[in-house]
């Protein structure tokens, strides 16, 4: 009786998966993409800042822009190297978005209140080498 059941269970088994696969239908689509490329404009300037929450901070901030592809910022040098679309913004926005979060570039001024809400470890020297 349980080599019945089992042999019932397996052909079920068999069965609903087979159904299933031919239930599923290729359905062939075209799609049209404009190619359209887009002139990235890479840049680098120096941000400052002390360790890997900074960098965190930091990227962000860059990342936050519109138009804003890649950004990566280098503890050892404190410069930042940022890849946008420069349709869509700026380097003087980018400067600006990463000064509201608290640190200072090479342009903009870190904002005063955002650098007091830092953590002790991302409080960096004001007049600390930016590496050209």
Known sequence: MKK???GVAVIAAVVFTSCK???KKETETTT?????EIAMTDLSFGVRGNCGMCKSTIEKAANSV???ASAN???DKK???VSFDDTKTDAM???KAIAASGYDTEKVEGDLDAYKGLPGCCKYD???EMNQ
């Open 4 to 6: 019945v059941i089992l």
């Open 21 to 23: 696969n031919e239930t």
């Open 32 to 36: 049209t993409e404009v190619s359209k």
């Open 66 to 68: 519109e138009g804003v």
């Open 73 to 75: 910022w280098d503890v």
């Open 79 to 81: 410069k930042i190297a």
């Open 93 to 95: 926005t980018i400067h």
């Open 126 to 128: 004001h007049s600390m």
